[in-house]
């Protein structure tokens, strides 16, 4: 009989493996097929130093190519978080606007750093030698920079969470066009090497001018107490760590926007890579973000209108990307993350992170085929094309909402469905019901319709109703809103009065529609020999009588509505 730790002699699991012979030096690059390898990316791809370099440099232009986005000339600002795919991305650009380079580009960049260490457990003496690390590196690189704190989203204004529309889009020849253009005026210098006095001027221009708001001044002092306790207090309200990561990413996302906006910077590079967009793809799926993944994770997010979020390290996997900074001396900067040391189960994106790479462990090619998967998601309005209306976009994340009708099989549509069912239906007599049918005129508290959302609703609810499903979701974890930044609870409220404005007109009851009909019939204009109504006889046909009889059959149809609805919604 079997017994448990008794040993038969027999070849254990790690002695059934088959062996794999080693190629050692017999093995050359693959692509120059003569050098030695110093790395293998993937089962059978060696590179030489040499070769992985060019390879590592080609992979970034061809991104930046194909899309065809960002104009000669143009501000690009990068999101540097001093992580290693971030500094990758800088350090691409540097190389890139450099004069050894063959193909160089042609924009003028930006560096912007957001220091987060109030809501990740850092002292001021841990967050002002982080500042210092970064202002060393930064310095070095040679483009302008910005470093703001996070405590700084209580001071945007509420600007930043409207979107602004695009202008019309040239043909596909533009770009090519604005190349050609900006060759020609470089030519056109007398000095040789124009290109490069020109891009050194802007760039002086640009790190020694006069500085604009309090974004400037956060890199040489640290924000005021009274903001991070603020941000703080807003932090620890929060339940889940999955909210808090969320809300994490919202502002971070603001404060960069309007950093953007406030210098003219109208794109920015995000070091987002191979290995994090597919993790990302995985965790907002699981957080009912399907409905933006083309946004979430492809290469241009055009939400904000205005100012385009680009990512072009997206091809990189973390392999590639580590290899690369430590071959060729690429400095980055450890900062703790707010789930840094948290376990496995913390959160739904420690949870899919933990999945994904320890899947990769086992099946190589994971990463890529999710990544791939992305790559096939289109940006499909959901409401028309560009001369419909404009859709509502979510208060928090910017993008449209994802709002079904009550009726709809779909969780927005069964949470909409639960919420109208328990609703209490006014008794007769009450504001919002036609009490008034036995009459021609009209009480002043009867027929006037839903009151506006603001003030039938808690400020609450009509928070909610102004952001995705998704949002939705994250705020339950958030108890109060009072400890949100200004400017979102400043858009919310004005988002309710433009609603409340609107809804009257559309569906304000008797009042608004007896005005119009009055004004559409003027006295003297004959009407049609026959008009139809609800009970099937013909109306009068002048003056007064006429309005009368409108009122009338309007509140007959309201009252007749209002009886056809059971208590519990149906």
């Known amino acids: ?278 993790i990302k793809l995985m965790t907002n799926l699981a957080l009912g973000r399907g409905a933006f993944l083309a946004w979430d994770t492809g290469f241009s997010d055009d939400r904000h209108g205005d100012v385009v979020l680009l990512r072009p390290m997206r091809d990189y996997t973390l392999k590639e990307i580590a290899f690369y900074n430590r071959m060729f001396g690429v400095p980055s900067v450890f900062t703790p993350a707010i789930d840094t040391k948290a376990p496995e189960k913390a959160s739904i994106h420690r949870l899919m992170e933990s999945f994904i790479l320890r899947l990769q462990a086992q099946f190589p090619s994971t990463i890529s085929t999710v990544y791939r998967t992305s790559e096939k998601l289109v940006k499909a309005p959901r409401n028309g094309g560009a001369a419909g209306p404009v859709p509502t976009r979510c208060l928090l994340c910017m993008c449209t909402l994802d709002i079904d009708s009550a009726d709809s099989a779909t969780a927005f549509g069964a949470q909409t469905l639960e919420h109208l069912s328990q609703k209490p239906t006014p008794p007769p007599g009450a504001p919002g019901r036609p009490c008034c049918t ?48 200004p400017y979102i609870l400043t858009e919310a409220q004005c988002r309710r009065q433009r609603i409340g404005e609107i809804k009257p007109v559309a569906t304000g009851g008797c009042g608004f529609l007896l005005g119009t009909l009055t004004q559409i019939r003027p006295s003297g204009v004959p009407l049609p020999s026959s008009w139809p109504t609800s009970s099937g006889r013909a109306g009068p046909r002048e003056g007064a009588s006429w309005v009368a009889w409108v009122k009338q059959e309007i509140q007959e149809f309201l009252f007749e509505e209002s009886e056809g609805e059971d208590p519990d919604g149906n």
């Not at 088959?18 to 692509?31: D, I, N």
């Not at 508290?445 to 808690?458: I, L, N, W, Y």
Request: charged letters at 25%; one cysteine or more; proline letters at 8%.
């Open 1 to 278: 009989m079997c017994q448990v730790g008794e040993d038969y002699g027999g070849p254990g699991p790690a002695e059934l493996q088959p062996k794999l012979p080693w190629r050692g030096c017999e093995q050359k690059c693959m692509k120059c097929k003569e050098g030695l390898p110093v790395l293998i990316i993937r089962a059978g791809d060696a590179f030489c130093k040499d070769c992985f370099k060019a390879y590592y440099i080609h992979k970034f232009r061809a991104m930046l190519g194909k899309n065809r986005l960002i104009f000669p000339g143009e501000k690009v600002l990068l999101a540097w978080s001093g992580g290693p795919s971030s500094s990758s991305m800088i350090w691409q650009v540097q190389e890139g606007l450099s004069r050894e380079s063959a193909k160089r580009l042609r924009f003028v960049p930006g560096v912007i750093y957001v220091d987060e260490g109030a809501v990740c457990g850092q002292s001021l003496e841990e967050r002002a030698k982080t500042v210092a690390e970064m202002k060393l590196i930064l310095q070095t690189v040679g483009f302008p920079y910005h470093i703001v704190s996070l405590e700084e989203v209580f001071n945007l204004p509420a600007s930043v969470l409207q979107p602004v529309s695009q202008g019309p889009q040239g043909p596909e020849n533009t770009y090519k066009e604005a190349v050609d253009g900006f060759i020609q005026q470089q030519q056109r210098l007398p000095e040789e090497g124009g290109q490069e006095a020109a891009l050194s001027d802007e760039l002086r221009r640009l790190s020694t001018r006069d500085p604009v708001g309090p974004e400037e001044a956060a890199g040489d002092s640290l924000p005021r107490p009274a903001q991070s306790t603020a941000l703080t207090t807003l932090f620890s309200s929060v339940k889940t760590l999955t909210a808090k990561e969320e809300l994490l990413q919202t502002l971070r996302a603001h404060l960069i926007l309007h950093t953007a906006r406030l210098h003219g910077y109208s794109k920015v590079m995000l070091g987002d890579s191979c290995t994090r967009l597919a």
């Open 438 to 485: 036995r009459g021609t005129e009209l009480p002043r508290a009867c027929c006037r319709g839903p009151q506006p959302a603001s003030q039938r609703e808690e400020p609450r609810a009509s928070f909610i109703e102004q952001l995705c499903y998704s949002c939705r979701v994250n705020m339950k974890d958030v108890p109060f809103l009072e400890p949100l930044p």
